[in-house]
């Protein structure tokens, strides 16, 4: 079974920009969530999708987007990318989320905002 | 709203010896606890969990220990070894929620 596939693994952009990136969830999995990584914060939820519905959002800017498709997959857009952006941008998936199941995550995507 | 809180942000001990990791989180939906794991590069894994009903749950060298009144709880490893060095992230789940610790950057010297 393959595991949670994020892509690209990295990404450069500049100030003003707008990015999206992709996660593929495990197969089965319907629950997608998305988490920022950064030095001294840890995992800062973004938001959950589950049968392409929004179900939970975290506390960011509404320059943070995301949607899900029929598939599952899920895709999430920052647009007017600012410096404090940079990080690790985490994708997990799971059965249902917040049922006593454990989520899956990607290798993330690396994200440099210059 | 920092709903799942580490305060150690670095633990660093002596191969052979225990760690432990401590979390506190303050929302009483949260009913299932999770302990994941990252190396540099890669997304966290998953390494242990246990529900609200239980109060200890182990795993080889690996045990949960979950104080509902205290809204607490910590993970123990024993005995510690240098491969156990990376970041441990706690997390609390419930309500079609979960949420994550800052993380503690455990170091377990040779």
């Known amino acids: 079974k393959a595991g949670v596939t994020q892509t690209p693994r990295y990404l450069i952009k500049t100030r003003g920009q707008q990015v999206t990136l992709s996660c593929s969830p495990i197969s089965g999995h319907r629950s997608v969530s998305w988490y920022q990584q950064t030095p001294g914060q840890g995992l800062q939820f973004l938001f959950e999708y589950f049968s392409e519905t929004q179900r939970n959002k975290g506390n960011f800017p509404g320059r943070f987007s995301g949607r899900q498709f029929s598939n599952s997959r899920s895709e999430m857009n920052v647009s007017t990318l600012e410096l404090g952006d940079s990080a690790l941008y985490l994708c997990?998936?799971?059965?249902?989320?917040?049922?006593?199941?454990?989520?899956?995550f990607g290798s993330g995507t690396q994200l440099s905002v210059l | 709203d920092q709903q799942v809180k580490q305060n150690s942000p670095s633990l660093s001990v002596q191969e052979g010896r225990i760690s432990i990791l401590n979390c506190d989180y303050t929302n009483s939906m949260f009913d299932y606890f999770l302990w994941y794991k990252k190396y540099p590069a890669e997304g966290p894994t998953f390494l242990i969990s246990?529900?609200?009903?239980?109060d200890k749950n182990e795993d080889g060298r690996f045990t949960v220990f979950l104080n509902k009144s205290a809204k607490h709880l910590s993970l123990h490893i024993v005995p510690s070894q240098p491969g156990d060095s990376a970041v441990y992230f706690c997390a609390a789940s419930g309500n079609n929620d979960m949420r994550f610790g800052a993380g503690t950057r455990l170091t377990v010297k040779p």
């Open positions: 246990i529900s609200s009903i239980k």
């Open positions: 997990a998936s799971s059965s249902d989320i917040g049922t006593n199941e454990k989520l899956f």
